[in-house]
């Protein structure tokens, strides 16, 4: 595996994102460790702070198919995975793909669609295929699911059920952005602007050879044992009603090998989990304190506390 062109390539991925997310090289990373994890990424936060910019940006950097679904409170099913029809000239019946038949796929304000069309994807995000009066579909590779959604107190958002975000590998929070980078935002040409600037420095081929070079990074077996703490510790806090299951942990562990390589690495260290936790396990666990609207943020507080008290390995 030629990791020196893998770390190359993710290089010119940060550098693109850099210029249309501005200030936020943390969330870059956190969005490439999804990539490479070959794992869907879940954005939540209030409107206008970058969610569908980071989900072009990383669409327009990489020479692939690229779709946005505008979910809406009346989307069906068939409107995301296809339909099947019948032709009459050739007496027969027909699948027409949806949207979902593409590499990367921009489920923009997911929680505004009912809870049947946002199940929908519940098999294309597990399984990376989709099935239509029992015909099974295979979805192109690499694939990859970006939805964004506001906070679930906003009017008209259905809230996504467990078993849905648990198929989300990492989520995270875009906040505000520093006063210094804000300005620039608002006297730049625009987001259209800096968008169709940008051109690809991958493509889908590199993407692939990306994620086997992530899945072949070397990962400890204390650290194994380190991401078990972490995610049984979950299971047994007094606050905490519904801990991580193995596939979060799993998750954990392969966004792990993913991050090492967004940093450079080739083997897995305590600090790839540390700044990891949080972003795989936050949306998977379900406070047992929580009020309505606030239960991401107090997800974070109580897992930076299961961090502080897990031993790390040495």
Do not use: W
Request: aromatic share 6%; hydrophobic share 45%.
């Amino acid at each position: 595996m030629d990791f020196t062109r893998v770390y190359t390539q993710v290089q010119s991925l940060k550098n693109n994102l850099n210029q249309v997310l501005l200030g936020k090289s943390e969330i870059i990373d956190v969005a490439l460790t999804a990539l490479l994890s070959k794992g869907d990424l879940l954005i939540e936060d209030v409107p206008g702070v970058g969610k569908t910019t980071l989900a072009h940006g990383l669409a327009r950097s990489i020479n692939c198919d690229f779709l946005r679904i505008q979910f809406t409170s009346d989307l069906l099913p068939s409107d995301v995975v296809g339909v099947t029809i019948f032709n009459q000239g050739r007496q027969d019946f027909q699948f027409r793909k949806g949207p979902i038949f593409a590499n990367f796929i921009l489920a923009d304000e997911i929680n505004r669609a009912t809870p049947k069309t946002q199940s929908a994807l519940l098999e294309a995000m597990s399984e990376r295929q989709v099935s239509v009066d029992g015909v099974t579909h295979l979805l192109p590779e690499p694939f990859m699911l970006i939805a964004t959604q506001n906070p679930v107190d906003f009017s008209g958002t259905f809230p996504l059920p467990e078993s849905q975000l648990d198929r989300f590998a990492l989520s995270v929070k875009i906040g505000y952005p520093d006063a210094e980078f804000e300005k620039r935002i608002i006297i730049s040409a625009g987001e259209p602007e800096a968008l169709k600037s940008l051109t690809p420095v991958v493509d889908a081929t590199d993407i692939l050879k990306m994620q086997e070079a992530a899945s072949s990074v070397t990962v400890d077996d204390d650290l194994v044992n380190y991401i078990l703490a972490i995610a049984r510790a979950t299971r047994v806090h007094k606050d905490i009603r519904l801990g991580v299951s193995p596939r979060g942990a799993k998750t954990l562990y392969r966004s792990a090998q993913a991050h090492a390589v967004v940093n450079g690495r080739e083997y897995a260290t305590p600090d790839d989990i540390k700044a990891l936790a949080v972003n795989v396990f936050s949306h998977r666990i379900v406070s047992a304190l929580g009020t309505h609207g606030e239960e991401l943020e107090e997800n974070k507080a109580i897992l930076c506390d299961i961090l502080e008290r897990a031993v790390v390995p040495v």
